[in-house]
Structures are given as C-alpha cells and as structure tokens.
C-alpha cells in the first residue's frame, strides 16, 4: 500500500488548507506534522467501520478529518491555521496495527507534505 499526501503550502495566520492522502483498503487514518527539530505528533485519526474521529487538542475545532471511501481518500481541512500549524504533515495507515495516537500505531507512512503559516 502506497500513500500520497498532498495539499500542504503557504498560507497566512487565519487561514485555511486542505490535505489529501489516497490510500486503498480498510483502514484507520491518521494525520501527524513534525515541526523542525521536534517529535512527529499526533494531529487527528478517523477509523474506517464508521468514521470515528480523534483529535489532539491543539487541532480540536479547527481541523476536520474526514474521509471518502468511494475514492480512496481521507481529508484533513485546515481551518484558522496558526503559525505553530507549521510543519510536515504526514498521513499514516494502520494496516496491520490497531491505529491509536502514537506514531508506532501505525505502520504505512506517506512522504508528507509541507504547510507553512505565516504570521
């Protein structure tokens, strides 16, 4: 399984972005971003059966996961982006793992996309 990220670039503080990943198979999701220099952190999950969602608490109310079935794709929307939002965000499947929070709960990793909030 392969995933693709896009939809990362520059946008100003109050903004907004709308990530992309294209993954096939059943599956729980997951969103993290690693800003330079720090641990890759958990952003948001949604699970396949019936779309649950999970957020860290600096995303909560600002970002939206979501997902597409019908086209392979999981969404994150961006909303009132912050400078801090700033960072690589990755979307990570939990193919042969439980999917949680963490980074190793979930074992197939996309190359990740760059977003930057400017101030």
């Known amino acids: 399984v392969q995933l693709q990220a896009s939809g990362g670039g520059l946008v100003q503080a109050g903004g907004s972005l709308r990530l992309s990943c294209v993954a096939s198979?059943?599956?729980?999701m997951g969103w993290f971003r690693q800003a330079p220099g720090k641990d890759r952190v958990f952003v948001a999950t949604i699970t396949w059966s019936d779309s649950n969602t999970y957020y860290s608490d600096s995303v909560t109310g600002r970002f939206t996961i979501s997902r597409d079935n019908a086209k392979n794709t999981v969404y994150l929307q961006m909303n009132s982006l912050k400078p801090e939002d700033t960072a690589v965000y990755y979307c990570?499947?939990?193919?042969?793992?439980?999917?949680?929070?963490?980074?190793?709960?979930?074992?197939?990793w996309g190359q990740g996309t760059q977003v930057t909030v400017s101030s």
């Open positions: 990570a499947a939990a193919i042969r793992t439980s999917g949680g929070v963490h980074p190793w709960e979930f074992d197939t």
């Open positions: 198979g059943r599956y729980a």
